[in-house]
């Protein structure tokens, strides 16, 4: 893990520089992430602090202190001084992965004498990176049974951290549940098919989530999909035909072949998931 060199007074922290690590982290083979000691040979010598937990500040009793964020425009880490005025923590105990915080922060003594101090740190910059691979696209119009599934680059053994990661919501409301088909699909669906017209909306959450021992996210990202109009097609394997309903109402009936002697053909609920022309 990261590894942490002294200690410093420290009030406030921004985030600088993440894009420039995020270009690294894309680069390698597969869903590797960048050179383990690329940190600490870009900071040269800065501190280097591991994911776990975000240092707080502490001062000298009797001594007034106060900061201000030198990080990145418009993004710094919200914290507070505690009660008896002796720390300061950040609201989020986990700080970003792979990230450069700058902390600025002055010092005012009972004698009216005044002390500034700048500093630099670079959070842990993991080895090993996952991804999900979604289905369906983004602004895509599916059909009343499709299931949102995603397929991860790597093992996931934490499931439930994973899940917690990831939000589904739906306009009207519907309940939607996570099913795990080994250790790297997660499928989300409803109980039923989905109404005509329902607006979905998907939020990953996966970037810093350790999946498996080591092993932490990449994304965080938002995209949405309209559910179309239901059109169901039912089989009948014994007649060998199948009736095809657009919001209930038999459209066709089309001949179909289900298997032969000796090679069945399984039977149960089957989703299309692309059709072509």
């Known amino acids: 893990m990261g590894r942490t060199a002294g200690r410093s007074h420290r009030l406030y922290f921004g985030r600088v520089g993440r894009g420039r690590y ?24 800065r501190q280097t602090r591991p994911p776990a937990r975000s240092p707080g500040a502490q001062r000298t009793p009797g001594v007034r202190a106060g900061g201000e964020v030198a990080g990145r425009p418009g993004h710094p880490v919200p914290g507070r001084i505690s009660d008896d005025g002796l720390r300061w923590e950040p609201e989020d ?15 005012l003594d009972g004698d009216g004498h005044r002390s500034a101090r700048h500093t ?3 959070t842990f910059v993991p080895d ?34 994973v899940e917690r990661a990831i939000h589904i919501t739906a306009k009207p409301a519907v309940e939607i549940r996570p099913h ?55 089989v009948d394997a014994a007649k060998h035909t199948m009736e095809v309903r657009r919001d209930g109402d038999l459209l066709a009936t089309v001949p179909i072949t289900a298997g032969a002697p000796g090679r069945p053909r399984t039977t149960g609920k089957w989703w299309s998931w692309r059709c072509w022309r």
Not at 93 to 107: G, K, M, Q, S
Not at 150 to 157: C, N
Not at 181 to 192: M, N, V
């Open 22 to 45: 995020r270009r690294d982290l894309r680069q390698g083979a597969g869903a590797r992430g960048c050179d383990p000691n690329l940190a600490r040979r870009r900071q040269q010598g």
């Open 93 to 107: 105990p986990r700080l970003a992965l792979a990230a450069e915080y700058t902390v600025d922060a002055v010092a």
């Open 120 to 122: 630099t740190f670079t």
């Open 128 to 161: 090993e990176r996952f991804i999900g691979y979604v289905t369906p696209e983004n602004r895509a119009t599916v059909g009343t049974g499709m299931i949102v599934s995603l397929g991860f680059s790597r093992d996931i053994e934490n499931r439930a951290a």
């Open 180 to 234: 795990w088909f080994g250790r790297t699909r997660l499928d989300f669906r409803p109980e039923t098919y989905w109404k005509p017209g329902t607006q979905v909306t998907v939020s990953l959450r996966l970037r810093d989530v350790e999946g498996a021992p080591g092993v932490y996210g990449l994304q965080y990202r938002t995209f949405s999909f309209t559910v179309g109009r239901s059109q169901v097609s039912l």
